[in-house]
């Protein structure tokens, strides 16, 4: 072991120029590799870190929970934690000028939901009562409609359905002459606070 060890270090500094290289070689690739893998791994963390920014913090999203099935979820040792968000209904916008879109979509959260879904805040602050209500910026810009912090809205919300009794939500096109908002209840609100995201919230 000796003798190979001593022709190798002879043979070492006969090539110094190879040798040099050789070892110039080696750094440059590991340095090539570790950098691959840490820009990897970089990258993964940004569209995880995007994504959680876009559309909050959640595994899983259910749709039209019925109370006796939220009991189960929240009993199932394996969740961790739920977020609950109760739709209102839909209500005519007075004066927007989106004619394809002339509707507000509300929604009711609590603070903590808000949070951990990312909704943005621009001004104002949550909601703390029934009668207050939170309002996405993009509904101002999109509408059409000048609406400022402690502004008063009156709004007649319900269910909104095809003339033939078909439910439809925000997915379903804005059908002009062919839909209505049934079951309507009258809302009063202030206007407390505007987010970025798209979405009113009471």
């Known amino acids: 072991m000796n003798v190979l060890k001593r022709l190798a270090l002879k043979n070492l500094k006969m090539n110094k120029r190879r040798t040099i290289s050789t070892i110039i070689g080696i750094i440059l690739s590991t340095a090539l590799i570790c950098g691959t893998a840490t820009l990897v791994t970089s990258f993964q963390k940004t569209l995880v870190q995007n994504a959680i920014n876009e559309i ?8 039209g929970i019925k109370q006796s099935e939220l009991k189960e979820l929240e009993n199932n040792r394996d969740i961790r934690e739920i977020q609950n968000i109760n739709k209102i209904g839909y209500g005519i916008l007075e004066g927007s000028k ?3 879109k002339p509707y ?3 929604y009711s959260m609590d603070e903590k939901t808000a949070s951990e879904l990312k909704f ?3 001004d104002g602050r949550f909601a703390i009562n029934k009668d207050e209500i939170v309002i996405s910026k993009h509904i101002i810009e999109n509408a059409g409609v000048e ?3 402690g502004d008063k809205l009156s709004l007649n919300i319900g269910d909104r359905k095809t003339l033939d009794g078909d439910d439809l939500d ?6 002009e002459g062919e839909e209505e908002i049934l ?3 009258h809302y009063e609100f202030k206007v407390v ?10």
């Not at 909050?56 to 749709?63: A, F, R, T």
């Not at 925000?170 to 059908?175: A, D, E, V």
């Open 56 to 63: 909050g913090y959640y595994h899983v999203k259910l749709e």
């Open 98 to 100: 989106n004619e394809s």
């Open 104 to 106: 507000l979509n509300l």
């Open 120 to 122: 943005k805040l621009k």
């Open 147 to 149: 609406i400022k912090i």
């Open 170 to 175: 925000g997915s379903n096109p804005y059908l």
């Open 183 to 185: 079951n309507e209840k």
């Open 193 to 202: 606070r505007n987010y970025r995201k798209t979405i009113i919230l009471i």
